[in-house]
């Protein structure tokens, strides 16, 4: 009851970020198609963009990617989701530049700032492709067994031998256990059983 309650709350918060997104497509025409705007006693001059419509027109393109992402991110249950975390970074360092280009803030060092954030997420994305990979290749191994046991049951069976019989009992009792048992444990049972054939 409490993870369906969790789950319909998530949910909901998802469907309001969709919503969001032809709000945000279209924010750029609630604003002026001048160069200054007063907000609550606050001016801002674009000086960069020629109209203040502009400027929020680039920031919502920007915003609607950054939005999509994450929501991509957050629902997604495959492995490679953290790959979306690169480009949402860089939509976030355009957006942070599109911001700049008004106050001229990082003009020098955006690309070392790029390289500063960047650095960190392809560090990341090389350690779990490593472990990807050897995820994989211990599940092929694993495969590679059960099918090689599968063949031996029905060599076994089609032959009808009744010496063979005990060790049909023992593999039927040690798949039972596979679970409870070490990895290492099991092969090497596994293995054994294989040499008394």
Known sequence: MITTKRKLKSDIKVIIAILLIPVISYAYLLFPDTREITIFNYSFTSSYYQSIQAFVWTLSQKLIFIVILVIWY???KDWWKIILLLPLLVFIIQLLQIIN???KVIDKYEGIFGIIIAT???I???LMIKKINSNLGAKEVHKDIETEIENLLSDLSSK???SHKSLKVKL???RSQKFKLDKEIY???LIALKDQL
């Open 74 to 76: 957050l629902t997604s």
């Open 101 to 103: 280009d008004d106050y």
């Open 120 to 122: 960190p997420v392809v």
């Open 124 to 126: 990341v994305f090389y």
């Open 160 to 162: 009808n031998i009744t």
């Open 172 to 174: 039927k009792e040690l």
């Open 187 to 189: 092969l090497k049972k």
